[in-house]
């Protein structure tokens, strides 16, 4: 089955499983992190956001940023996303614990689209 999904990908989409774990480089060409999770709306079928876990050391210590998607450019060369973010951006931004995911109400997407300037889709 997996065979399957490898073959038919194509230039424009990508199976969830080898989004997990690609790598997302700021434009200084920094890794800040890799991607831990996509989420969906179960609705619609979009991707809202790429899951960031970010900081620490070998993944001890880190956080988890969720980045709305739109926020993400996929660049072949690097084989990972690049987003116009810079590090201390980054760190500031609304995150929680690896062992603690929030509740992605639409209070809380708001408060993630707001803290990178974006308006919150209503579905």
């Known amino acids: ?20 774990g690609t790598a997302v480089y700021n434009l200084e060409d920094e890794k800040l992190g890799t991607i831990v999770n996509v989420m969906i709306d179960k609705r619609s079928g979009q ?28 660049d072949t060369d690097k084989g990972g996303y690049v987003v116009n973010l810079t590090k201390d951006q980054v ?12 509740e992605y109400s639409d209070e809380y997407g708001r408060t993630i689209y707001g803290y990178y300037g974006l308006s919150y889709p209503m579905l």
């Open 1 to 20: 089955m997996t065979d399957t999904i490898e073959r038919t990908e194509t230039h424009r989409l990508i199976a969830s499983n080898k989004v997990e």
């Open 47 to 74: 991707s809202d956001y790429a899951v960031l876990e970010f900081g620490g050391l070998f993944g001890i210590g880190s956080d988890h940023y969720p980045i709305p998607w739109e926020m993400l450019t996929y």
């Open 91 to 102: 760190s500031g931004a609304p995150r929680y614990s690896r062992d603690e995911a929030p």
